[in-house]
């Protein structure tokens, strides 16, 4: 018989209403005990469902290696709105070289090529001079 997290919080639970219907305080150490058994069950039972189910760990892994490069370091053009309070630009211009709007990381599918992640999460690419 394999111990599952809820067997442990429901006798822990049975126990701390016999702890304070008797009101023997070593039995408090008990009720604790297994609460605590209980938690690391449960944290453990977790973890093997985010193992089997590959959409849920793919929430917990950076989709992009690149890392986000500040707005600072580029000269904007043709402005196309504001998005979380920074200018959006069609292209950038800096680091020698021209870069043309993909879109938002949410919405491209993959990473193109040669591609730069600009704050506040818009994807540029190269573009050919």
Known sequence: MKINSQSLFGGAAILAVIFFATEAWPLLAVVLLVVFCGLVVADREQLAVIARDADTAAMFVDRHSQPLLSLDHFRGHELIGYRSGYPVYRTLAGRGAH???????????EMPRGAIRVFPGFVYRRLDD
């Open 99 to 109: 870069w043309g709007l993909v879109g938002h990381e949410d919405e491209v599918d």
